[in-house]
């Protein structure tokens, strides 16, 4: 016949059972932990992907989560945190920067341009997070105040916004219109597919002058020119473009053909003509005499000459406003002659005037 167990059996026994129950309890414990834990960041990561799809989809940030049809409470039963850039919930973030970031450094480091933060203070329901208007992501199992740190955070920049919600930023300006040499540009404006843009603009020539994004002046060169154009708007996207830019020559030119004949003791005048450039010139002689009498200013001759011959001259006319001594358009010179012959009779008079016409 068997005996029954002992009081000090039983007792062993017990206490097996104890601890059992304990290691499993600790066990339920840590498991249960560990699946909120999961949980929170699962949740918290599909609040930040949820945000990041409206702000690419409406060019702004929903100025509240609560709406956005995905849970809002973590595990523990607290509300997620979610923090935004100033402005940035009702300004179209392709058009403009918010007015201010958020103010977040991720463990020492600040980071630039953060659009928004979203965040659970986890199990310890402290907000380790948050201090003084600067919220500060500190290494997991970091002791802050007190409390372990054990906040689980995301947050976005703008710029990783902008690569999905804005277009690229386009110049849309098709070519720049040629020019002529000495005379006024077309005034031209710079424009891309952005409103509000600052523009940068080499390879101009001489005396073309950009002024932000626009062109304008009078060109000192002809010839073809490179001008390269980089554009940039007011939320830092970049675009460049080079143009080719055609300068047609304008070059001085004297077109008085020849100075008619003068005679002896008779009034003597003629006006040079010469086209190009700026229409306005500066006229000289630049080697021979005049005979006797006769003068020169302003490209006119005149006066009564008062001997007789032939007489050489270089005349010169200098763009009244763009001469340049090395740039050969803004000047030109030409070789002239000019007979005073003794002054005929009536009659030969006549009879000249008729060859003459």
């Not at 059992?20 to 909120?36: F, N």
């Not at 849970?71 to 979610?82: A, L, N, S």
Request: with cysteine; charged share 20%.
């Amino acid at each position: 016949m068997k005996k029954g167990m002992t009081l000090i059996e039983l007792a062993i026994i017990l206490v097996i059972i104890g601890i059992l129950l304990s290691i499993g309890v600790s066990i339920l414990a840590v498991m249960i932990k560990h699946q909120k834990l999961k949980e929170t960041k699962n949740m918290v990561q599909t609040l930040c992907e949820t945000v990041k799809s409206y702000a690419i989809t409406n060019k702004t940030l929903p100025s509240s989560i609560q709406n956005l049809g995905v849970k809002t409470k973590d595990p523990y039963g607290q509300d997620i945190k979610y923090v935004y850039a100033l402005g940035a919930d009702t300004n179209n973030i392709c058009e403009n920067d918010p007015t201010s970031w958020v103010n977040l450094t991720d463990k020492g480091n600040f980071k630039n341009k953060v659009l928004f933060l979203i965040y659970s203070i986890s199990e310890n329901r402290h907000d380790d997070t948050f201090d003084r208007n600067v919220y500060e992501i500190k290494p997991s199992g970091a002791f802050y105040n007190g409390y372990e740190y054990d906040d689980i955070t995301c947050y976005i920049d703008i710029n990783t916004i902008r690569k999905k919600a804005c277009s690229p930023l386009e110049i849309t300006t098709q070519s720049l219109p040629k020019g002529i040499q000495f005379l006024s540009y077309p005034p031209t404006t710079i424009t891309a597919s952005a409103q509000n843009i600052t523009c940068d603009i080499t390879g101009l020539p001489r005396k073309l002058v950009p002024s932000n994004c626009s062109i304008s002046g009078v060109p000192l060169d002809a010839g073809a020119f490179q001008v390269n154009v980089s554009v940039t708007d007011n939320i830092g996207r970049t675009s460049t473009r080079t143009f080719g830019l055609v300068i047609q020559p304008n070059p001085v030119q004297i077109t008085t053909p020849y100075l008619p004949y003068a005679y002896k003791n008779k009034s003597y005048s003629i006006s040079l003509t010469a086209i190009g450039g700026s229409g306005q010139y500066i006229w000289e002689i630049i080697s021979g005499v005049l005979p006797s009498g006769l003068t020169f200013l302003n490209g006119k001759i005149y006066g009564t000459p008062t001997q007789t011959g032939s007489f050489d001259i270089t005349i010169q006319a200098k763009d009244a406003i763009y001469y340049d001594r090395l740039n050969n358009y803004s000047f030109d010179t030409k070789n002239l002659s000019i007979s005073v012959l003794e002054a005929p009779n009536t009659d030969e008079e006549k009879e000249i005037e008729l060859e003459k016409n």
